[in-house]
Protein backbone atom coordinates (compact mmCIF):
# COMPACT_ATOMS: atom_id res chain seq x y z
CA UNK A 1 0.00 0.00 0.00
CA UNK A 2 2.48 2.35 0.60
CA UNK A 3 4.48 2.04 -2.62
CA UNK A 4 1.17 2.45 -4.21
CA UNK A 5 0.80 5.79 -2.69
CA UNK A 6 4.25 6.94 -3.89
CA UNK A 7 4.05 6.04 -7.07
CA UNK A 8 0.26 8.37 -7.39
CA UNK A 9 2.01 10.78 -5.05
CA UNK A 10 2.66 12.96 -8.22
CA UNK A 11 -0.86 12.56 -9.88
CA UNK A 12 -3.76 14.68 -8.81
CA UNK A 13 -7.28 12.82 -9.14
CA UNK A 14 -8.23 14.96 -12.75
CA UNK A 15 -5.25 13.14 -14.34
CA UNK A 16 -5.85 9.66 -13.60
CA UNK A 17 -9.13 8.55 -12.02
CA UNK A 18 -7.66 5.68 -9.60
CA UNK A 19 -7.08 8.07 -7.20
CA UNK A 20 -9.90 8.40 -6.27
CA UNK A 21 -10.57 4.46 -6.31
CA UNK A 22 -7.28 4.01 -3.73
CA UNK A 23 -8.00 6.36 -1.20
CA UNK A 24 -11.26 4.58 -0.74
CA UNK A 25 -9.77 1.83 -0.38
CA UNK A 26 -7.37 3.32 2.35
CA UNK A 27 -10.05 4.66 3.97
CA UNK A 28 -11.99 1.28 4.13
CA UNK A 29 -9.09 -0.25 4.74
CA UNK A 30 -8.07 2.05 8.13
CA UNK A 31 -12.19 2.02 8.99
CA UNK A 32 -13.68 -1.77 8.55
CA UNK A 33 -10.85 -3.75 9.45
CA UNK A 34 -9.72 -2.94 12.63
CA UNK A 35 -9.40 -6.92 13.55
CA UNK A 36 -7.71 -7.72 10.26
CA UNK A 37 -4.22 -8.07 9.42
CA UNK A 38 -2.17 -4.71 11.26
CA UNK A 39 0.17 -4.45 8.85
CA UNK A 40 -2.12 -3.99 6.57
CA UNK A 41 -3.83 -0.72 8.20
CA UNK A 42 -0.42 0.51 8.88
CA UNK A 43 0.41 0.52 5.46
CA UNK A 44 -2.91 2.17 4.57
CA UNK A 45 -2.16 4.81 6.84
CA UNK A 46 0.93 5.31 6.14
CA UNK A 47 0.06 5.53 2.43
CA UNK A 48 -2.30 8.31 3.19
CA UNK A 49 0.23 10.54 4.38
CA UNK A 50 2.64 9.39 1.41
CA UNK A 51 -0.32 10.26 -0.95
CA UNK A 52 -1.71 13.78 0.28
CA UNK A 53 2.25 14.52 1.22
CA UNK A 54 2.58 18.26 0.35
CA UNK A 55 -0.94 19.15 -0.19
CA UNK A 56 -0.80 17.13 -3.25
CA UNK A 57 1.86 19.25 -4.37
CA UNK A 58 4.87 17.51 -3.89
CA UNK A 59 6.89 14.43 -5.72
CA UNK A 60 9.29 11.83 -4.12
CA UNK A 61 12.46 11.45 -5.74
CA UNK A 62 15.46 9.02 -4.50
CA UNK A 63 19.25 10.43 -4.00
CA UNK A 64 22.33 8.87 -3.08
CA UNK A 65 25.11 10.06 -0.88
CA UNK A 66 26.78 11.87 -3.67
CA UNK A 67 23.77 13.18 -5.34
CA UNK A 68 23.65 11.01 -7.76
CA UNK A 69 19.49 10.74 -8.92
CA UNK A 70 18.24 7.09 -8.89
Known amino acids: M ?4 LVYVQVTEAQEP ?3 TIKKLYQ ?3 EEHKTDDILARMGAILG ?6 G ?5 ISLRTRDGNLR
Not at 2 to 5: G, I
Not at 55 to 59: Q, V
Open 18 to 20: KVK
Open 48 to 53: TGIINA
Open 55 to 59: GRNAS
Open 28 to 30: KCI
Open 2 to 5: MALA
